[in-house]
C-alpha cells in the first residue's frame, strides 16, 4: 500500500485541478478578509476573524467534489486502475490508498483557507475572542468532516467508472446535501414567536403583540430536525461556520461514524465491480 500512496501523492502533486480548488479557497479567504475590512474601515464594525475562520466548510463539499471526481475518474479513463489490478495490488489497498489521497487533498484546501484568514485576519483585526477550547474543538470538527467528505466521494469516484459521469454525480450529491442543510437550518431557526401588530384606535395606534409561530419546531420533532442536520456533512458546514452547534461535541462524531460506513459500504461495492 506505501507503493500506491507514494503513487497517488505524486499524481496529487501534478495535478492542476487540486491547485486551481487551493487558489480557489485562498481567493475566497482573501474576499472575505477585503470585504470585512472595508465594513471596519467605512462603518467602523468590530471584526473578530472567529467569524471567517470556518466559513469555507460552506463550500468544502463542492470544491472537494470537483476534485475528487476528475481525480478519481482519471484513474479509469488512463487506464491506471486496471494496471494496479494487473500488477497484483488488492482492491481493498486501492481504495484505502484513494481514500488517504483523497481526504488529505480536501484537507490542504480547508487549511490554505484557514491559514490565510488566521496569518492575514490577526494583522488585520488582532486574533480572535473566540475561546482557544472551542477553536480546536471546531477545528477537530473539521479535520473529521474532511475525512466524512473524503469517504463520500472516494465511495462515489471509485464505483462510478466514467470520469464525467462520476464528477457530475459527486457535484450534484455535495449540492443535494447543502440544500438539504440550508433548509433544515432555516426550519430550526424559525422564532417561536414573532411581534405582530394590533391596531388599537381610529388614529391607527398599533400596539405590538407577540404571536406564536405555527412553524417552531419543538420536543421531539426538533430533535429529529437537528440530528438530520448534525449529521449531514454540509449541514455541519452552516454551524461550524458560525459556532452555531446545539451539541458542538456529536459532530466529530458523527462525521467519523458516517466516514467508517460509507467506506465500508465503497469497499463492498468496490470489490463487486466488473472493471473495466
Known amino acids: 500500500m506505501s507503493k500506491l500512496l507514494r503513487q497517488g501523492f505524486f499524481r496529487l502533486r501534478k495535478n492542476l485541478v487540486f491547485y ?63 494496471n494496479k489490478l494487473i500488477v497484483g495490488h488488492g482492491r481493498l489497498s486501492i481504495y484505502l490508498s484513494s481514500l488517504v489521497v483523497v481526504t488529505s487533498a480536501i484537507l490542504v484546501m480547508f487549511f490554505s483557507y484557514f491559514l490565510v484568514i488566521l496569518g492575514i485576519g490577526s494583522i488585520l483585526f488582532g486574533f480572535t475572542q473566540v475561546p482557544i477550547a472551542l477553536l480546536l474543538l471546531n477545528s477537530g470538527s473539521v479535520v473529521l468532516l474532511c475525512l466524512c467528505y473524503g469517504a463520500l466521494l472516494t465511495m462515489l469516484g471509485m464505483i462510478v467508472q466514467n470520469r464525467a459521469v462520476g464528477a457530475v454525480a459527486a457535484i450534484i450529491v455535495c449540492i443535494v446535501l447543502l440544500s438539504a442543510g440550508a433548509y433544515c437550518k432555516a426550519r430550526l431557526s424559525e422564532p417561536e ?71 465500508m459500504l465503497g469497499i463492498m461495492i468496490y470489490r463487486r465491480r466488473d472493471l473495466k
Request: proline content about 3%; hydrophobic content about 45%; overall charge negative.
Open 193 to 263: 414567536y414573532y411581534d405582530g401588530y394590533v391596531f388599537t384606535s381610529n388614529e391607527g395606534t398599533a400596539a405590538a403583540q407577540a404571536q406564536r409561530n405555527p412553524n417552531y419546531l419543538e420536543g421531539t420533532k426538533r430533535e429529529r430536525w437537528q440530528a438530520a442536520l448534525d449529521i449531514n456533512p454540509a449541514g455541519q458546514g452552516f454551524e461550524l461556520m458560525d459556532f452555531s452547534a446545539v451539541y458542538p461535541i456529536r459532530l466529530p462524531f458523527y462525521s467519523l461514524a458516517l466516514a467508517i460506513m460509507l467506506t
Open 20 to 82: 486551481l480548488c487551493i487558489l480557489f479557497m485562498i481567493g475566497f479567504a482573501i474576499l472575505r478578509l477585503v470585504t470585512s475590512y472595508q465594513m471596519k474601515v467605512e462603518y467602523g464594525y468590530q471584526i473578530d476573524i472567529g467569524e471567517m475562520l470556518f466559513s469555507a466548510t460552506l463550500l468544502l463539499g463542492i470544491v472537494a467534489s470537483v476534485f475528487s471526481g476528475l481525480f478519481l475518474g482519471t484513474e479509469y479513463s488512463d487506464g491506471t486502475m486496471r
